[in-house]
């Protein structure tokens, strides 16, 4: 039986595995390829990792469109889109189909699934 690691002192879960950066930038990579972000950046904080990425027609000031993010303390996994949260999991490969998901379907239609 498992034991939580959640408070534990001798367990520090961390960002991003060297795995999660190679998906995430062929994620990345595939996604700015096929015009669907304008751009896309790895953001390393105390609490979190995380990949922001941006609308086509995001500009200069907008927030993020998409980010997915690994909590530090817990090793937990997170995608939003805008302000909401479409999934979580223990590892980044658990919600890579809804990170395609969103990369994949038109704004209006992303609208219609996230709202």
Same mark, same amino acid.
């Given at each position: 039986?498992?034991?939580? /690691?959640?408070?534990? &002192?001798?367990?520090?879960?961390?960002?991003?595995? &060297? /795995?999660?950066?190679?998906? =995430?930038?062929?994620?990345?990579?595939?996604?700015?390829?096929?015009?669907?972000?304008?751009?896309?950046?790895?953001? *390393?904080?105390? +609490?979190?990792? +995380?990949?922001?990425?941006?609308?086509?027609?995001?500009?200069?000031?907008?927030? &993020? *469109?998409? /980010?997915?993010?690994?909590?530090?303390?817990?090793?937990? +996994?997170?995608?939003?889109?805008? %302000?909401?949260?479409?999934?979580?999991?223990? %590892?980044?490969?658990?919600? =890579? &189909?809804?990170?395609?998901?969103?990369?994949?379907?038109?704004?209006?239609?992303?609208?219609?699934?996230?709202?």
């Amino acid at each position: 039986m498992s034991t939580s /690691t959640i408070g534990n &002192p001798r367990h520090r879960a961390c960002g991003f595995t &060297p /795995t999660d950066l190679t998906a =995430l930038n062929d994620l990345g990579a595939a996604a700015l390829r096929q015009q669907r972000w304008s751009r896309c950046q790895v953001v *390393h904080e105390s +609490y979190a990792d +995380y990949m922001a990425a941006w609308a086509i027609d995001a500009g200069a000031g907008s927030a &993020p *469109h998409l /980010t997915i993010a690994r909590f530090k303390r817990t090793g937990t +996994y997170a995608l939003t889109v805008g %302000s909401v949260v479409v999934a979580t999991a223990s %590892s980044l490969g658990k919600i =890579l &189909p809804a990170i395609w998901q969103a990369v994949t379907v038109r704004h209006s239609e992303e609208d219609a699934i996230f709202a």
